[in-house]
């Protein structure tokens, strides 16, 4: 029989109950020292990775942003362009084929033409610069065999209504039998 009854039966308990509950906080504290750790360093984990495609991504969108914005910048170059391609081709198209086909009825089997230009450029079209035309204007270039013939096609074509003056601008003899040319048939304004 082991039942020992003394005076310290008393505190003997409450020294047994502090241990215990002393080893329970050192453990638990222990142990959520841990878990608050590994939830830290879990947390650290998913935000690191979840940060670095959340900065790809952002940077990712500044480059389509950029890009956009670029696109949109092309967008209304080509509209403006298309535009100005447009009102040169619906202003006139019908006058030009008018024109030319006069001119190409008219021409004479002893030339032929290398350059036709209806309107043409008055300078080089330039991203930044609206883009110059000279108005009235049909620049022919070609090649003739007949130099009589060569002069009664420009009277021919000196009689059209809608013609208002031509010039030689150029006539030089290539060989014995060719002779290149260049005129400039300055039309009536509508």
């Not at 308990?13 to 509950?21: G, R």
């Not at 590994?38 to 950029?66: A, C, P």
């Not at 049909?138 to 013609?163: A, N, R, Y």
């Amino acid at each position: 029989n082991n039942n020992n009854f003394s005076n310290f039966g008393a505190r003997k308990n409450e020294l047994l109950v502090e241990y215990t509950q002393s080893q329970f906080f050192k453990k638990f504290t222990k142990f959520a020292l841990v878990f608050i750790f590994s939830l830290l360093l879990v947390n650290f984990m998913f935000y690191n990775f979840y940060f670095n495609k959340v900065e790809g991504l952002q940077q990712t969108s500044l480059v389509n942003q950029h890009s956009k914005s670029k696109i949109i910048g092309l967008s209304k170059e080509i509209e403006k362009s298309e535009k100005i391609v447009y009102d040169i081709l619906h202003s006139s198209s019908s006058k030009s084929s008018y024109y030319l086909n006069h001119i190409v009825n008219s021409i004479p089997s002893s030339i032929q033409l290398s350059q036709v230009d209806y309107q043409p450029l008055l300078k080089k079209i330039k991203s930044y610069e609206p883009i110059l035309i000279d108005h009235n204007i049909i620049l022919i270039s070609g090649d003739s065999t007949d130099s009589e013939m060569f002069s009664f096609w420009i009277k021919e074509l000196e009689i059209l209504t809608w013609v208002e003056k031509i010039e030689i601008i150029d006539y030089s003899d290539l060989t014995n039998h060719i002779s290149s040319f260049s005129i400039k048939i300055t039309m009536k304004n509508d």
